[in-house]
């Protein structure tokens, strides 16, 4: 089934993917200590311009050295970007700092641009690689679990508007991907947990043996077990390569990768955003998804238990915040999803398949009154 993601394991236990999308085809390397395979990242950069290096003032101080060394060791001109920390400088003013500091020192359109950090980093990097002289080849180096799993593939890039998030954007594809799970090490409890939603997210909507898998080993991927998280990421990734290679632009099969998102931005939104991490609010949302599941009869109280079980292993929330029913809709409607009107849930049908719908009022009603406290 999952054909287009063609996985091989290599003798430094590296593994790679390749995502198939015809000239725009990429690699994704994940493994333990790839940064400090000082040829990979100078192998994925084609010719001998410059490097533009886009980071933040957290991971700088971590990665930046490590990532920086080889390339000037192998005589590239490197440009580093260190932009402030947080999702609320995912907007204009941080993406023009980039454009300044490539334009201040004479970036070209041979020049590449690395992210090093996690999903705003990639995606601001991403989108600035997409108009920087009409488009300058551009390299991930996703520094969190969230970024390893689920930003990095996909080639969705864009920043915050003050009226909306990841309105302004474009669909570019990265040359490579490197996640090297070493990173993960310095990445806080909070940010792997978040992580670990999406990961259980691939499997719950698109893969009943991954999620198999994920519950067995959830205990060690909490523990940060590296052979686990290598492959928990390589699953996943594998998971969204092979809908991204069937569905590129989200004209319609991609939608499924909404699972638990309904619920979860209405979560973000209703408490501000910030107040949980996106990932907290999806392990919730996937919770209240399955309920809603349960209800219209797509599938049994166990799968609901498993689910709930699963997420809260995981470090993540399980019941939701109260916010109102009527706000509750409100806020769901507005997701981007919708068209027309009604609210279109992604839900289990069974544990392992997507079933795309509507519910009935007194349905949702039910579920909110039973995940929200
Ligand atoms: P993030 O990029 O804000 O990183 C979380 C925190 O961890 C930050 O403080 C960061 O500086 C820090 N950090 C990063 N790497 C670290 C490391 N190795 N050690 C210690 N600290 C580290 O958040 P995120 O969860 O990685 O990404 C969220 C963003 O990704 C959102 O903006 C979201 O919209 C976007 N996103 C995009 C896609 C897509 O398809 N493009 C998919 C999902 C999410
Ligand atoms: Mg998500």
């Known amino acids: 089934e999952l054909a287009n993601a063609k996985t091989t394991m290599n003798e430094q236990a590296c593994i790679s993917l390749n995502?198939?999308?015809?000239?725009?085809?990429?690699?994704?390397?994940?493994?333990?200590?790839?940064?400090?395979?000082?040829?990979?990242?100078?192998?994925?950069?084609?010719g001998s311009g410059k490097v533009a290096i886009v980071t933040n003032?957290?991971?700088?101080?971590l990665y930046l050295d490590k990532v920086a060394a080889p390339l000037r060791a192998a005589g590239r001109e490197v440009v580093p970007i260190i932009l402030r920390?947080?999702?609320?400088?995912?907007?204009?003013?941080?993406?023009?700092?980039?454009?300044?500091?490539?334009?201040?020192?004479?970036?070209?359109?041979?020049t590449t641009l690395v992210a090093l950090g996690g999903g705003v980093i990639g995606d601001m990097t991403g989108f600035a690689a997409a108009?920087?002289?009409?488009?300058?080849?551009?390299?991930?180096?996703?520094?969190?679990?969230?970024?390893?799993?689920?930003?990095?593939?996909?080639?969705?890039?864009?920043?915050?508007?003050?009226?909306?998030?990841?309105?302004?954007?474009?669909?570019?594809?990265?040359r490579a991907v490197i996640a090297d799970t070493a990173t993960l090490d310095t990445l806080p409890d909070r940010e792997l947990s978040a992580g670990l939603a999406e990961v259980i997210k691939h499997g719950a909507i698109l893969d009943a043996g991954f999620f198999d898998w994920i519950e067995a080993n959830i205990e060690k991927l909490v523990a940060r077990d590296h052979a686990a998280l290598a492959h928990a990421i390589a699953r996943s990734c594998e998971?969204?390569?092979?809908?991204?290679?069937?569905?590129?632009?989200?004209?319609?099969?991609?939608?499924?990768?909404?699972?638990?998102?309904?619920?979860?931005?209405?979560?973000?939104?209703?408490?501000?955003?910030?107040?949980?991490?996106?990932?907290?609010?999806v392990g919730c949302g996937m919770v209240m998804a399955a309920d809603l599941s349960r209800r219209l009869n797509l599938i049994d109280d166990a799968a609901v238990?498993?689910?709930?079980?699963?997420?809260?292993a995981a470090g993540l929330p399980v019941v939701a915040p109260d916010l109102g029913n009527e706000r509750w809709i409100e806020l769901m409607e507005v997701d981007k999803k919708n068209e027309g009107g009604a609210i279109k849930f992604i839900l289990l049908k069974p544990l392992g398949s997507p079933s795309i719908t509507n519910a009935p009022r007194e349905l949702l009603d039910a579920t909110l009154e039973t995940c929200t406290k």
């Not at 003032?57 to 101080?61: D, F, G, I, Q």
């Not at 995912?90 to 041979?110: H, Y």
Request: proline share 4%.
């Open 85 to 110: 920390d947080g999702e609320e400088f995912k907007n204009w003013e941080s993406l023009n700092e980039v454009f300044d500091a490539l334009l201040a020192n004479k970036c070209d359109r041979k």
């Open 131 to 174: 108009t920087y002289m009409r488009g300058v080849p551009f390299v991930q180096i996703p520094t969190t679990l969230l970024a390893q799993v689920d930003s990095s593939v996909g080639g969705k890039t864009g920043i915050n508007h003050p009226l909306g998030k990841n309105m302004i954007g474009a669909f570019y594809q990265p």
């Open 305 to 312: 238990d498993r689910v709930r079980a699963l997420v809260k």
């Open 57 to 61: 003032t957290t991971v700088a101080p």
């Open 19 to 46: 995502v198939e999308l015809g000239d725009r085809s990429y690699p994704i390397a994940i493994g333990r200590g790839l940064l400090d395979d000082t040829s990979l990242l100078n192998r994925h950069i084609g």
């Open 239 to 281: 998971i969204k390569a092979d809908v991204v290679a069937r569905d590129e632009r989200e004209g319609g099969l991609r939608a499924v990768l909404n699972f638990g998102h309904t619920f979860g931005h209405a979560i973000e939104a209703g408490l501000g955003y910030g107040a949980w991490l996106h990932g907290e609010a």
